[in-house]
């Protein structure tokens, strides 16, 4: 079965508009010429893509199956066109791209504009999530993620490192005392990132410790964490680039300053196994990780880690 690649587009575009005549548009289409071609794509599959009333469209069952495998159709014919392209200024096509919400507003979002102007042929498709998502199954291009990465057949790249710190606000130090070991950690509130309870902090010697760090609060999204400790509540374990603008500004300080949090951990690209690298994925990632690395600078580079 063969498929005119602009009715897959239309189809794409329609889904994601929620309107046939308003994605047409977008193709110089009229809205009759549109929905011929909608129909001609669903006669093609002999399956119904869309419920349709006088006001709004809306996927079917079938269609958000087909959605998924029309994107990634588009996606490799892209692939194919930049592979043949010998300059950055043909690169072109749609790019999915999966990281956390908390990430992307320091280190991806201030850059967004700036990446447009430089490749304006290429679409984004952001998911901002704490969640690990399946990239390989959900279709995504790349993740963004932090710390340790797990064993598995997805190509991963290394982005920068990501030192973390023990933080608190001055005022809950005053009240409830500085720790000095990491067992007088058990002696305060601790604020924990998800399921994260056991924190292993390294001394000067080289010597690990653990210490299973309880709280009154579970939180699995890491701003949540990061707005309880500079409101006062208690201690939290955060990533530098996170937290250095408050510790510059004297908002936060560091708790056992003399210890460092293991494992080191690193930020990271990961993407789908078995593929040479698409145009527009090593575009993304070679402009996004120059700037991740200035901002990381900028926002911890003053401290002695």
């Known amino acids: 079965m063969s498929f005119d690649v602009k009715n897959l587009k239309l189809f794409i575009r329609a889904a994601t508009l ?9 193709f110089n289409l009229s809205s009759t010429n549109a929905t011929q071609r909608i129909k001609a794509l669903e006669a093609d599959l002999g399956v119904k893509l869309f419920n349709r ?9 079938d269609g958000e199956i087909f959605l998924e495998h029309a994107k990634r159709i588009i996606s490799e014919i892209e692939d194919a066109q930049n592979a043949l392209s010998k300059t950055t200024k043909t690169v072109s096509g749609h790019l999915r791209v999966t990281t956390s ?4 507003r320091s280190h991806i979002i201030p850059f967004i504009p700036a990446f447009f102007n430089q490749y304006p042929d290429v679409t984004l498709d952001l998911n901002l999530t704490d969640t690990i998502v399946d990239i390989v199954e959900q279709g995504y291009d790349v993740a963004f993620r932090i710390g340790e990465l797990v064993p598995s057949s997805l190509l991963a790249q290394r982005i920068d490192d990501n030192p973390q710190a023990l933080v608190a606000t001055p005022e809950y130090i005053a009240k409830n005392g500085m ?3 990491p067992q007088d950690l058990l002696h305060h509130t601790c604020l924990p990132l998800g399921e994260t309870r056991l924190w292993r902090l390294v001394d000067e010697n080289g010597v690990e410790h653990e210490t299973r760090v309880d709280g ?3 939180v699995n999204l890491g701003d949540a964490v990061g707005a309880l400790v500079l409101s006062g ?3 939290g374990f955060t990533a530098l680039w996170h937290s250095g603008p408050d510790l510059a500004s004297g908002r936060l300080i560091r708790v056992l300053p003399n210890y460092r949090l293991a494992p080191e951990t690193k930020i990271w690209a990961v993407r789908p196994p078995g593929r040479s690298m698409p145009a527009r994925v090593k575009a993304f990632l070679d402009f996004m990780q120059a700037r991740i690395v200035e901002t990381n600078k900028s926002r911890y580079g003053y401290l002695d880690i």
Not at 18 to 26: C, D, K, L, M
Request: net charge positive; hydrophobic share 40%; no cysteine.
């Open 18 to 26: 929620g309107a046939i005549g308003r994605a047409g548009a977008e």
């Open 53 to 61: 009333t006088t006001r709004a469209i809306s996927l079917t069952s």
């Open 101 to 104: 919400a908390s990430f992307a």
């Open 179 to 181: 720790p000095e070991t």
């Open 216 to 218: 009154p609060l579970k």
């Open 233 to 235: 509540m208690g201690i």
